[in-house]
């Protein structure tokens, strides 16, 4: 369904901005989003199904008269177990340690601007080390606090299990490397000649159009493969044709179908590497602790889908090069920013091949001591 989207988004979102503009986007997502509001509101009831489940096999002989008091008395006291289960101050900072990150690279970024070096250079030079100390401690404290907190948001006797950490390292880095081709790619299309093509909106879409469909085709055919291989093996040659598309995309991405080309390569292993991970995740995960693993592994993606378009920005931020377009001379991202971004992508996917490798020894020593 992601995917379902996203074939959808590219399409439509291209003929939006090349008619209407790029802001126009933005407001063609205002009734969609209240238009999810009202069907959430109306349709999605799952909570209020499983307290009644509950009810009825906690007390199954409750008198008939008093089956809405009953009710009325279980919703409120699970509203304030729910109120007492958020960790608020876990998200709160988490939030402060990756914007505190982030902010880094996007100063770095900025620093490089060719425009107002000296002044972004001076300001960078005072922030920036109050941005990695600042980050530093809240990351420490964040830790502390899910030690102790009752109800933690990231679980760390959970998220440290031998097979579920080397797993949700790879979502994340899945996460990374997807939004960091979401950030470069339309701008290697719509950059001038001869760095980029030079394309408008629509054709972006249609360079990116592959990538979608190939992730729509094998979203649902992983789960298939999976079934039939097992999450090991998929994890693995996922994480080798990724590391094969980003190496297809750092050679040859001289031409729109080459690059489409290698979206498609890049596109069928993120999907099989996803999917494999996340069921790993789930068969590692102790049935009761279901709903928690995979909150963390989401988390661990949005952490991912953060990093990637600020490190894509701040190599193509500070690598550009000066064009003449049109009598003027305009800094556009350069050659070898394009280059640093599918090379650090290449990296990554090398990075979850070694993850995939250690986490099958894991799982392999971990299922000997079972069959014996």
């Known amino acids: 369904m992601f995917a379902s989207g996203a074939v959808i988004g590219l399409a439509i979102g291209g003929l939006i901005i090349q008619n209407y503009g790029w802001r126009a986007t933005f407001f063609t997502i205002i ?5 999810l509001l009202l069907i959430i509101r109306r349709f999605i009831n ?15 002989k409750i008198v008939e008269n008093n089956i809405d008091k009953t009710k009325n008395k279980n919703n409120s006291n699970s509203s304030k177990r729910l109120a007492n289960q958020i960790d608020v101050k876990g998200a709160i900072v988490l939030a402060v340690t990756i914007t505190s990150f982030l902010l880094v690279l996007t100063f770095i970024e900025t620093s490089g601007n060719n425009s107002n070096n000296n002044n972004n250079s001076s300001i960078t030079q005072v922030l920036l080390p109050f941005l990695i100390i600042g980050g530093i401690v809240s990351f420490i404290l964040f830790v ?17 299990n031998k097979s579920i950490l080397p797993a949700n390292l790879i979502i994340m880095l899945v996460g990374l490397s997807m939004f960091m081709v979401f950030q470069t790619i339309p701008i290697l299309v719509r950059n001038p000649g001869p760095v980029g093509f030079g394309e408008d909106a629509i054709s972006t879409g249609k360079v990116q159009l592959p990538f979608a ?3 729509l085709i094998f979203g649902p055919t992983s789960g298939f493969i999976v079934s039939k291989l097992g999450s090991l093996k998929p994890i693995i040659l996922g994480a080798c044709i990724t590391a094969a598309g980003f190496i297809g995309l750092l050679i ?16 069928t292993g993120l999907s ?15 049935r009761q602790f279901t709903g928690v693993s995979l909150g963390m592994s989401t988390l661990m993606r949005i952490i991912g889908a953060a990093i990637g378009p600020a490190l894509a920005g701040m190599y193509m931020q500070t690598n550009q090069s000066l ?10 991202p350069s050659a070898e920013s394009f ?34």
Request: net charge positive; hydrophobic share 55%.
């Open 31 to 35: 009734p969609i989003a209240i238009a």
């Open 46 to 60: 799952v909570n209020d199904g499983v307290q009644q489940q509950e009810q009825r096999q906690e007390q199954p």
């Open 144 to 160: 502390v606090i899910e030690k102790r907190a009752k109800y933690p948001l990231v679980d760390f006797k959970l998220m440290l």
């Open 213 to 215: 469909i190939v992730l």
């Open 252 to 267: 040859f991405h001289s031409t729109e179908l080459l690059v489409s080309t290698n979206l498609a390569i890049l596109s």
């Open 272 to 286: 099989l590497t996803s999917v494999g991970a996340m069921n790993v995740i789930i068969l590692s995960t102790p």
């Open 323 to 332: 064009l003449n377009i049109h009598g003027i001379a305009q800094y556009f």
């Open 339 to 372: 280059n640093l971004i599918f090379l650090s992508a290449t990296v990554f996917s090398i990075v979850s091949i070694a993850l995939a490798i250690i986490l099958r020894q894991r799982v392999i020593k971990m299922a000997i001591p079972n069959l014996a």
